[in-house]
T-cell receptor, first 118, second 114 residues
Framework: GAGVSQTPSNKVTEKGKYVELRCDPI?????LYWYRQSLGQGPEFLIYFQGTGAADDSGLPNDRFFAVRPEGSVSTLKIQRTERGDSAVYLC????????????????FGPGTRLTVL | KNQVEQSPQSLIILEGKNCTLQCNYTVSPFSNLRWYKQDTGRGPVSLTI?????NTKSNGRYTATLDADTKQSSLHITASQLSDSASYIC?????????????FGRGTQLTVWP
């Protein structure tokens, strides 16, 4: 597609439920990133995929959070036993390459999924 | 501690006026700095990317400056338009870090009034 897409755009769930958030990166982008953005804050890094593998998952807050990218394209962020504090906008981004810090590997962001835990 | 601080937190200006947003960072060692524009309900969109050796970079009505010695950057918007109303986020990448490890500021919420 033309850009990064995320589904659903909004998700309302009850405390203790399980949710899955989906990200479709730009075709051909090998690197994929998940961020969490709370109201009035900048995005906070969660996890980074290079291909199918999680190259850096140090931003995941606890073991209730898990993400996969089985075929190196679409990624799913999974949250178990949701808590009210998980409410935030979950952003996905992709870049052509990853694993370097050169200025050319620009990240393109999706519109985000707004998760609300009641 | 690696931090990115932005000021002001919010700003209201009249259409056609200029404004300057500030970003101070302590992220070290420095690799590059980016300014993003985030419209309400949308993901951030990159405006400029500046490396250590660049002092000024323009993108249309947006001009970013970088002083790597004082660890300060600014984003100047010229002849503001209503569509400039958005959050402007300063992002710093630390040299040697995983690319996903972007250090984000909280953003400056800009509102342009007609």
């Amino acid at each position: 597609g033309a850009g990064v897409s995320q589904t659903p755009s909004n998700k309302v769930t009850e405390k203790g439920k399980y949710v899955e958030l989906r990200c479709d990166p730009i075709s051909g982008h090998t690197a994929l990133y998940w961020y969490r953005q709370s109201l009035g804050q900048g995005p906070e890094f969660l996890i980074y995929f290079q291909g199918t593998g999680a190259a850096d998952d140090s931003g995941l807050p606890n073991d209730r959070f898990f993400a996969v990218r089985p075929e190196g394209s679409v990624s799913t962020l999974k949250i178990q036993r949701t808590e009210r504090g998980d409410s935030a906008v979950y952003l996905c981004a992709s870049s052509r390459q990853g694993g370097t810090d050169t200025g050319s590997n620009e990240q393109f962001f999706g519109p985000g999924t707004r998760l609300t835990v009641l | 501690k690696n931090q990115v601080e932005q000021s002001p937190q919010s700003l209201i200006i009249l259409e056609g006026k200029n404004c300057t947003l500030q970003c101070n960072y302590t992220v070290s060692p420095f690799s590059n700095l980016r300014w993003y524009k985030q419209d309400t309900g949308r993901g951030p969109v990159s405006l400029t990317i500046m490396t250590f050796s660049e002092n000024t970079k323009s993108n249309g009505r947006y001009t970013a400056t970088l002083d790597a010695d004082t660890k300060q950057s600014s984003l100047h918007i010229t002849a503001s338009q209503l569509s400039d109303s958005a959050s402007y986020i300063c992002v710093v990448i630390r040299r040697g870090s995983t690319l996903g490890r972007l250090y984000f500021g909280r953003g400056t919420q800009l509102t342009v009034w007609p």
